[in-house]
């Protein structure tokens, strides 16, 4: 499928590309034809396992030199053949972003991460050192230079792939969903670097779910079963609503709601909220907000004893250097409560702390009111990157791992087994290697392995990475299901609508300490706050709160609005 205009240059050109992994008989990618207009900013949506990172690596030339495979048919990129060229022939004409982003870092420190692929290049020095700084300040690393890789959050591992990746100034640069770990507002600046990128003529294939979340790209193309089966004008599909979930793509949350209402052809939250209130005037407006009064003004307190308490906390991985400074937090039993905050804030190690998997320097963890709890069973821990958690040949050996340690009988490991998998979506896929699975159905399995345990408090470290729209919405309904049933759930996220529509209790830590803390519409009302840490609501939100509402949701708007239809001055 073509979606590139007859004017310009093609940057690329694919023709019956097929392609099946070694081992397999299914083609990853069947039949895919597809052209790119140079300059264009191109979003590549679909499902997981629909091939788009499969393609991505194919256009690399990563397949089939490091990935083996049966491939067939064409590919071009500006005019040269990347299947009958040597990967390093390419050196200088594609960049890529990995979907697996750490997978690619392997220098001791950021500043040589960067000028890595600038030396292979033999840039001169001093040009060399201008273009590192220059990528790191533009994706926030700068003070972090002589920092070693694997130190950094999973926020800034992925923002130091992309530094790597923009500084070689490759013709064309492929980027497999690189603001999955990303917070909110960095996510904002990742999107206008991609637009400076293309005013200076790049071009450029982005891989995403979330059309809110990715700067206004010139088409959108989606995949299904190894091709692209619809592509278009970005502006025009994005905003269709009801199509994009079935892609497992999520759409906006404000468009579909002024659609509704007949207002089209605004340029934010803040000119929404202007034309909504010509259309409703302020005498509608009250009425409305007298309505949001009642179901929403009490403030509600979590119900029940504290399950775990942290007194006081602080941890450092370098001596002198805190990471946590002096948290104290309660979570109470029966909670649903989201960690959200800016990257390299803490989060994570805040989790780890709360998981058992480290030990403060200073302070206590009391759980149920003692110290001390047992890993697994009372606490669950789902890793940021599943790779460092899963290790087992096989999906049933993987979650089977820790009920046999619990000293459960062979039945008793089976039942918990498949209660998980069929919790997670993975019946079925038993004694597949969970290494050769994609990196979302790795997300799964390494939750159902923590799910086998029946932990009383499941702390899941960016639960929906990975995951296209339908698979988060899933996972979320799921959490929800475990929290509805008794189980106490944190969550760490850079995912607003995530917290926004199933967080009934919102955290928010800033360079180790607590920031905000409160209910989610308390906390989420407190925009501009938010935005000094880092967090950006979402639109349906930031709307409502222009308004004097706080929406956590589409949904939630929309019934409000619909019992009290604007008929206009």
């Not at 500006?78 to 390093?88: A, E, M, N, R, T």
């Not at 202007?274 to 009425?287: H, W």
């Not at 759980?367 to 790779?387: E, L, S, T």
């Not at 607003?496 to 989610?520: F, I, N, S």
Request: with cysteine; net charge negative; aromatic share 6%.
């Amino acid at each position: 499928m073509s979606i590139s205009s007859k004017m310009g240059p093609k940057a690329l050109e694919i023709s019956k590309l097929k392609f099946s992994y070694q081992g397999s008989e299914r083609f990853v990618i069947d039949g895919l034809d597809y052209e790119q207009e140079a300059g264009k900013l191109v979003m590549l949506a679909g499902r997981s396992g629909a091939g788009k990172s499969t393609l991505c690596k194919i256009i690399a030339g990563a397949i089939p030199t490091s990935q083996m495979g049966k491939i067939s048919g064409e590919v071009k990129v500006f005019g040269k053949s990347i299947l009958d060229s040597k990967p390093f022939e390419m050196i200088g004409s594609i960049g890529i972003v990995f979907q697996d982003f750490e997978s690619q870092l392997f220098s001791t420190s950021v500043e040589l991460e960067v000028a890595f692929g600038l030396e292979n290049l033999a840039i001169p020095r001093e040009e060399m050192r201008r273009i590192v700084y220059e990528s790191l300040e533009q994706v926030g690393l700068r003070e972090e230079m002589r920092r070693e890789p694997w130190k950094l959050s999973g926020g800034e591992k992925q923002r130091l792939a992309i530094a790597s990746a923009i500084a070689m100034r490759p013709k064309i640069l492929l980027l497999d969903e690189p603001m999955t770990d990303i917070d909110p507002i960095g996510r904002e600046e990742i999107s206008r670097i991609l637009e400076e990128l293309k005013e200076k003529g790049m071009t450029m294939l982005l891989v995403d779910h979330d059309v809110e979340g990715v700067p206004e790209c010139d088409i959108l193309a989606i995949m299904e079963n190894g091709s692209i089966t619809r592509s278009g004008k970005f502006s025009e599909i994005s905003s269709d609503p009801l199509a994009l979930p079935k892609y497992g793509i999520r759409p906006h949350s404000l468009r579909p709601f002024l659609r509704s209402i007949g207002i089209s052809g605004f340029r934010g939250p803040e000119d929404a909220s202007e034309k909504f209130l010509e259309m409703i005037g302020e005498e509608g407006l009250e009425r409305i907000r007298k309505t949001w009064e009642k179901l929403h003004g009490k403030r509600t307190e979590g119900s029940g004893y504290n399950i775990m308490e942290l007194r006081d906390i602080r941890y450092s991985y370098l001596k002198g250097k805190e990471v946590i400074k002096g948290i104290s937090l309660n979570i109470r039993d029966g909670e649903f409560v989201a960690i959200i905050g800016p990257n390299g804030s803490g989060k994570t190690t805040l989790a780890k702390i709360m998981g058992g998997i480290l030990k403060p320097d200073s302070g206590g963890v009391l759980f149920r009111g003692k110290a001390g709890f047992r890993k697994g069973k009372d606490v669950g821990y789902v890793f940021q990157n599943p790779d460092q958690q899963i290790f087992a040949t096989s999906v049933f050996d993987e979650v089977a791992f820790g009920p046999r340690n619990l000293g459960k009988n062979q039945e008793e490991v089976k039942e918990a087994v498949e209660k998980a998998l069929d919790a997670v979506g993975l019946i079925g896929r038993e004694k597949e290697d969970p290494f050769q699975m994609t990196r979302g159905d790795r997300q799964k399995v390494a939750v159902a392995s923590v799910l086998a345990c029946d932990p009383q408090l499941v702390i899941l470290d960016e639960p929906t990475t990975g995951l296209d729209y339908e698979e988060q919405l899933r996972m979320m309904e799921f959490l929800k299901m475990l929290n509805d049933s008794g189980k106490t759930v944190v969550i760490i996220t850079h995912s607003m609508w995530v917290v926004a529509q199933y967080a009934e209790r919102c955290v928010v830590v800033k360079e180790g300490q607590v920031a905000l803390d409160g209910p989610t519409r308390e906390v989420f009302s407190k925009e501009e706050k938010l935005r000094s840490l880092h967090i950006r609501v979402p639109e349906i939100t930031s709307f409502g709160n222009k308004l004097g509402m706080t929406f956590l949701s589409t949904s939630e708007a929309m019934e409000l609005i619909s019992s009290k239809k604007p008929e206009g001055k």
